[in-house]
Nanobody, 127 residues
Framework: QVKLVESGGGSVQAGGSLRLSCENS????????MGWFRQVPGKKREGVAA???????NYADSVKGRFTISRDNAKNTLTLQMNSLKPEDSAMYYC?????????????????????RGQGTQVTVSS
């Protein structure tokens, strides 16, 4: 059974770093996509990063070169390393898994409600 629990959010100054983690209670070596999306109240949800079961990443243009997604299939954990953070990165970040369709951020954004998601962790970046 898929249950996702995020951790690692917090407050940081612009230029700083944060590392988000997501624990998946499903069986190890789960053969499906996982990823992260973010949302600010009143704004559209944004797919941030996705990663296939064999480790192929996909990123939103807004985070390329700054964020790195990885997964440990044996431990069934997902990580998002966020560097060079900007105030516009401030949002609630959610872990997602097993959405229908390809393992890319645009599909994650569109289809996450048909998959699984965690409760979210807040990231705040001050200027």
């Amino acid at each position: 059974q898929v249950k996702l629990v995020e951790s690692g959010g917090g407050s940081v100054q612009a230029g700083g770093s944060l590392r988000l983690s997501c624990e998946n209670s499903d069986n190890p070596y789960a053969d499906y996509c996982m990823g992260w999306f973010r949302q600010v109240p009143g704004k559209k949800r944004e797919g941030v990063a996705a990663i296939s079961s064999d480790g192929r990443p996909n990123y939103a243009d807004s985070v390329k070169g700054r964020f790195t997604i990885s997964r440990d299939n044996a431990k069934n954990t997902l990580t998002l390393q966020m560097n060079s953070l900007k105030p516009e990165d401030s949002a609630m970040y959610y872990c997602a898994a097993r959405w229908p369709g390809p393992c890319i951020v645009d599909v994650l954004r569109a289809n996450v409600d048909s998959g699984y998601r965690g409760q979210g962790t807040q990231v705040t970046v001050s200027s």
